[in-house]
């Protein structure tokens, strides 16, 4: 089989676990798409799967510093080269991952041209607005003007946010380019498999993911990376589960209050990442509310063995 297999969906949904089971059903290896767990160090509170517990190969995770810069142009790169390798020897590659961008970086005909860089007025004006009225305020103001765009947008990501602001001034909206993604030819033909939850469920789900988090040690992470000297480099990268833990370093908020945060911010961005996915055609979709089992590996079994012999 030349194509891929793509396991995508929301947070806390199950992926890394369906992916394994159809690793091992087929012979495949995994490709992470996940714009978190590039970065070495940052473990717990990406949900990173200990490479001791890892039952099949794992691509495009640990490969940059948190201090290194990173982007989808990047990703591209890098997941399209393992995507190659993996096939070049025979075997099935299996994408996985709930970063939508990188999913379209790796699978579609998507151009990442430098001018989307270029310094501009537009962006100076709001890059000193910033320093006014801060990250939250910038959002908001996106969100009046553009609340389309500014729902695909986390608050605390500033680069993000000024870009579409950037766009409005241009007559175009951030929505509009990341809708155009979904609807960009395939590079890498690609069986797309996504994860349905219960939005409750996945909630409860969510809890009890970042309460695992807690007992394994995000906190001595944390405290590790800003001892490390990358205190600056994991905020900049708007990790959900850093900058809330940091809070409660720096004493602004109580432990509890802080990992209360991260739950309330990760329901927060499967939201986010169910808008990005929502409507794509080329999804099909799989009802794991009782989580990963018998039925629901046979079932998407079954859609990559269907697709292969249309």
């Known amino acids: ?42 473990d717990i509170g ?3 799967i200990p490479p001791d517990a890892r039952r099949v190969p794992l691509h495009c995770v640990d490969i940059v510093d948190p201090d290194e810069e990173y982007s989808a142009a990047l990703y591209q790169r890098d997941a399209r080269a393992a995507i190659d390798d993996i096939q070049a020897r025979g075997k099935l590659a299996i ?34 607005l910033l320093d006014e009225i801060g990250p ?35 007559g175009e909206h951030y929505s509009e380019h990341t809708q155009s993604l979904k609807e960009a030819d395939e590079v890498i033909p690609c069986v797309r498999i996504g994860l349905a939850v219960d939005t409750d469920i ?19 992470e944390v405290q590790s990376l800003i001892e490390a000297g990358l205190r600056e480099a994991i905020t900049a990268k708007q990790a959900i589960g850093y900058k809330e833990i940091m809070a409660y370093l720096d004493g602004t908020c109580t432990k509890d209050e802080a990992f209360e945060q991260v739950k309330r911010s990760t329901r927060r961005y499967a939201k986010r990442q169910r808008t990005w996915f929502r409507n794509d055609p080329r ?19 079954g859609m990559v063995q269907g697709h292969s012999g249309s």
């Open 283 to 301: 999804i099909g979709w799989i009802d794991v509310d009782q989580g990963i089992d018998t039925a629901s590996i046979e079932q998407a079994k």
């Open 95 to 128: 994408l996985c991952g709930g970063t939508g961008l990188y999913i379209s970086a790796a699978l579609d005909d998507v151009d990442f041209v430098a001018g989307s860089n270029r310094e501009n007025e537009a962006r100076k004006h709001y890059t000193e």
């Open 46 to 48: 990406t949900a990173k």
């Open 1 to 42: 089989m030349d194509e891929a297999i793509c396991i995508l969906g929301p947070t806390a949904s199950g992926k890394s676990e369906l992916a394994e089971e159809l690793a091992l059903a087929l012979d495949g290896e995994i490709v992470s798409a996940d714009s978190m767990q590039v970065y070495r160090g940052l």
């Open 136 to 170: 939250v305020g910038l959002h908001d103001l996106l969100e009046k003007r553009d609340p389309d765009s500014a729902a695909l947008i986390h608050p605390n990501n500033v680069r993000r946010t000024i870009r579409a602001l950037e766009l409005l001034e241009e």
């Open 202 to 220: 996945l909630n409860a789900r969510i809890d009890e993911r970042v309460d695992r988090m807690e007992r394994a040690g995000l906190v001595y």
